[in-house]
């Protein structure tokens, strides 16, 4: 079925296009919610971050857009996921929150410009290594299961995320971005 009629009946509540989304999508979903809780997520966690997943789709149906309906769903499973991984962890007490120290808010400014530096750094790579670092790193793929998605081998994945990320450091380099070790 095309994605567009798929959407269109995703958006008119149509529970039978849902069924085809879940059938379509599942084991994709399931694989990204279980690479980023490797070891601390139970298969049970998975089954039902998978679910809390369709059901999120189901009710934003209308902001999926044609040919981005994969990418969408991959978004929300990465949210999902760390978001239940930060919940397992130790709960902060209100009052240790609080406080925003100025060092902190010059951290997360930091943050931000270099994520949007790495975002154009990213785009500015060709289409299958910006794919496969998006892979490796975003949706926490081993190099195996790209290669087998993407019709490489796995030691052609391995070569374009070393040459990727070498021309990624190029690039946040001449863009004012160094990495500083600590000498001992």
């Known amino acids: 079925m095309r994605e567009r009629v798929l959407l269109q009946q995703l958006r008119e509540k149509d529970s039978t296009a849902l069924r085809k989304l879940i059938d379509s999508y599942q084991c994709y979903v399931a694989a ?3 690479n980023i809780g490797r070891g601390i997520l139970t298969e049970d966690d998975t089954e039902e971050l998978t679910a809390d997943v369709f059901l999120a789709a189901w009710r934003t149906a209308d902001k999926m857009q044609e ?4 990418p969408y769903l991959a978004a929300i499973a990465r949210n999902k996921a760390k978001s239940r991984l930060r919940s397992q962890k130790e709960a902060v007490p209100l009052e240790d929150t609080m406080v925003i120290e100025a060092a902190d808010l010059q951290e997360e400014v930091e943050h ?3 994520a949007e530096a790495l975002r154009d750094a990213i785009s500015s790579l ?3 290594d ?3 670092l998006i892979r490796y790193y975003y949706y926490y793929q081993q190099t195996s299961e790209i290669a087998e ?3 490489l081998s796995s030691s ?3 070569v374009r995320l070393h040459r990727a990320r070498k021309k990624l450091k190029q690039l946040l380099i001449e863009r004012g971005y ?3 070790t600590e000498s001992i």
């Not at 040919?67 to 994969?70: A, M, N």
């Open 126 to 128: 060709s289409k299958q």
């Open 178 to 180: 160094t990495y500083e």
């Open 156 to 158: 052609a994945v391995k």
């Open 149 to 151: 998605e993407m019709g």
């Open 32 to 34: 990204i919610i279980r």
């Open 130 to 132: 910006g794919e496969v």
């Open 67 to 70: 040919g981005k309906v994969q």
């Open 112 to 114: 931000t410009l270099l």
